[in-house]
């Protein structure tokens, strides 16, 4: 079965400082795959989607960068982060059209990120 | 840009009231549709979803909600709302392209006084 593996679960940062997170998926080959930011009162934002390898998508300018080195593998990174990048980082990834995607997205458990 | 509204950021409720969420989308080809649900504490969950068929469509724990396609939008009903019903609640579209893209409302927080 297919599953999404996201982490860490919580991270607590000071401004300035890198990040990394990464997310993983197991039991699918070459699936879309993205990263939303929920932030505190407002709702899911895309930040980033990758349909294969080294494909990256950015939909909102900022402080944020992703990379997909590997096909199950989407890393979310910074060089410094800023306080407003405070949030809770969601990955999730999808199916193709192509390949009949009727599941909609599958969501990893997401980062709670403090930026302090 | 393409956009989904929820025109409703905070509701509340007694239980047994009956419960009606708004939600629209503005884009003009095929999309498909989505209300998930995040429990206090929890993960997003799935509630139902619309890819093609039959408008009305009927989810877990007894929500639906009806694609009017002449009005872009997918409202989320249910008759007789719990306190365990307490959670935001997002619309979510994917207009039809290989990108798959999941663009959300802002939420809804319900919240159901016993």
């Known amino acids: 079965s297919q599953t999404i593996h996201q982490w860490p679960a919580t991270l607590v940062q000071p401004v300035g400082s890198p990040l990394s997170l990464e997310c993983t998926v197991e039991?699918?080959?070459?699936?879309?795959l993205y990263w939303y930011r929920q932030a505190a009162g407002r709702g899911l934002q895309l930040l980033f989607y990758?349909?294969?390898?080294?494909?990256i998508s950015s939909e909102v300018p900022q402080n944020l960068s992703a990379s997909r080195p590997q096909d199950r593998q989407f890393i979310l990174s910074s060089k410094k982060l800023l306080l407003s990048d405070s949030g809770f980082y969601l990955c999730?990834?999808?199916?193709?059209?192509?390949?009949?995607?009727?599941?909609?997205?599958?969501f990893g458990s997401g980062t709670r990120l403090t930026v302090v | 840009a393409q956009s989904v509204s929820q025109h409703n950021h905070h509701v509340i409720l007694s239980e047994a009231a009956s419960l009606e969420l708004g939600c629209n989308y503005s884009y003009g080809g095929t999309v498909n549709l989505f209300w998930y649900v995040q429990y206090p504490g929890q993960h997003l969950q799935l509630l139902l979803k619309?890819?093609?068929?039959?408008?009305l469509v009927k989810g877990i724990k007894g929500f639906e909600a009806e694609f009017i396609k002449s009005k872009f939008s997918f409202n989320l009903r249910k008759p007789s709302v719990q306190w365990s019903d307490t959670a935001e609640y997002f619309c979510?579209?994917?207009?039809?392209?290989?990108?798959?893209?999941?663009?959300f409302g802002a939420g809804t927080r319900l919240a159901v006084h016993p």
């Open positions: 990758s349909v294969g390898i080294g494909q």
């Open positions: 979510a579209v994917v207009p039809w392209s290989g990108y798959n893209k999941l663009i």
């Open positions: 619309y890819f093609s068929g039959d408008p």
């Open positions: 999730a990834w999808s199916v193709p059209p192509d390949r009949g995607w009727k599941y909609g997205y599958t």
């Open positions: 039991g699918t080959s070459n699936p879309n």
